[in-house]
């Protein structure tokens, strides 16, 4: 596709409910990352994939949440049993990482959880 | 303290202004990037940088890896620049992550 793409845009859900969020990267981009931005906070890195494989998942919060990516394309986070802290936007970024480009990222997914 | 800092937290400047938006920092690195920020949250990436300069249009972007710093500049400010603009390091030797300043939030006034 054109861009980054990801869905839901936003997701409200109840405590305690699994959610999935879906990034969609651009074609041929071997490099893809998952992002969070919490209300008033920076960004912090959640998880890299470089192709199927996930050579870093250092930043993910718990093991309520976890990834993977299918066919060196779309990729799906996981939250299980979600709290109120997990509100945030989680964006999806990829890139051509072995030729030096820059990132192109995704429109995020507003998760609220109530 | 973080690994990346970046000043002034928020500006705001008047349109046609020069304007420098400035990146410390602390570790070893092998790329900068400079992204935006709209205020509908959609994020596009402006530079990567490891050396030197990149001009893009009226942003100009410069590091100075021995000093650890960077500089993103914009000339002739335009209400349409007010954004958050954010620095973030590739960490040398770590993996493809990001580590991210915490933004500065740019206002330009007609």
């Known amino acids: 596709g054109a861009g980054v793409s990801q869905s839901p845009s936003n997701k409200v859900t109840e405590k305690g409910k699994d959610v999935e969020l879906r990034c969609d990267p651009i074609s041929g981009h071997t490099a893809l990352y998952w992002y969070r931005q919490s209300l008033g906070q920076g960004l912090e890195f959640l998880i890299y994939?470089?192709?199927?494989?996930?050579?870093?998942k250092s930043g993910l919060p718990s093991d309520r949440f976890s990834a993977e990516r299918t066919g060196g394309s779309v990729s799906t986070l996981t939250i299980q049993r979600t709290q109120q802290e997990d509100s945030a936007v989680y964006l999806c970024?990829?890139?051509?990482?072995?030729?030096?480009?820059?990132?192109?990222f995704g429109s995020g997914t507003r998760l609220t959880v109530v | 303290k973080n690994e990346v800092e970046q000043s002034p937290q928020n500006l705001t400047a008047q349109e046609g202004e020069f304007i420098t938006i400035n990146c410390s920092y602390s570790v070893g690195i092998s790329a900068l990037h400079w992204l935006q920020q709209h205020p509908g949250g959609g994020i596009v990436s402006l530079f990567m940088?490891?050396?030197g300069k990149k001009k893009h249009g009226r942003l100009i972007a410069t590091i100075n890896i021995q000093e650890k710093h960077s500089s993103l500049h914009i000339t002739a400010s335009h209400p349409r620049d007010s954004a958050v603009y954010i620095c973030a390091v590739r960490i040398q030797g770590g993996s493809e992550k990001l580590v991210f300043g915490k933004g500065m939030k740019l206002t330009v006034n007609p």
């Open positions: 994939f470089q192709g199927n494989s996930a050579p870093d």
């Open positions: 970024a990829s890139s051509l990482v072995y030729q030096g480009r820059g990132y192109t």
């Open positions: 940088l490891s050396s």
